[in-house]
Nanobody
């Protein structure tokens, strides 16, 4: 059973940067597609971006392009979300999610993510 644990959430000033980490246990990273999902206060969860096994990084939200990126560290078994130029509207709980095993492409919607972390809170405010 794959387990995911996010860390790194914090209070950040607008324009600042933050890196979130997702620690993965129960498997190596090779057999799963990983992504980051955000839930803003009072809103539904929305996909942000996805790191597929086949293909390029996928952005579900155009607002994340050019500011957010995902990387994987196979040695540490972690998936990271690097966020730059943060805005107040980026405030929310950030979830790490995984699809698989035997998944190669990014899920088309939130229902097709198989494993979820508990989330970490990011607050962007001055």
């Amino acid at each position: 059973q794959l387990q995911l644990m996010e860390s790194g959430g914090a209070l950040v000033q607008p324009g600042g940067s933050l890196t979130l980490s997702c620690s993965v246990s129960g498997s190596t990273l090779d057999y799963f597609v990983f992504g980051w999902i955000r839930q803003a206060p009072g809103q539904e969860r929305e996909g942000l971006l996805c790191f597929p096994i086949v293909g390029d990084l996928k952005f579900y939200q155009t607002s994340a392009k050019g500011r957010f990126t995902v990387s994987k560290d196979n040695a540490k078994n972690t998936v990271s979300l690097q966020m730059d130029s943060l805005k107040p509207e980026d405030t929310g709980v950030y979830y790490c999610a995984a699809s698989g095993p035997s998944a190669y492409f990014c899920p088309s919607d939130l229902d097709h993510w198989d494993f979820w972390g508990k989330g970490t809170l990011v607050t962007v405010s001055s």
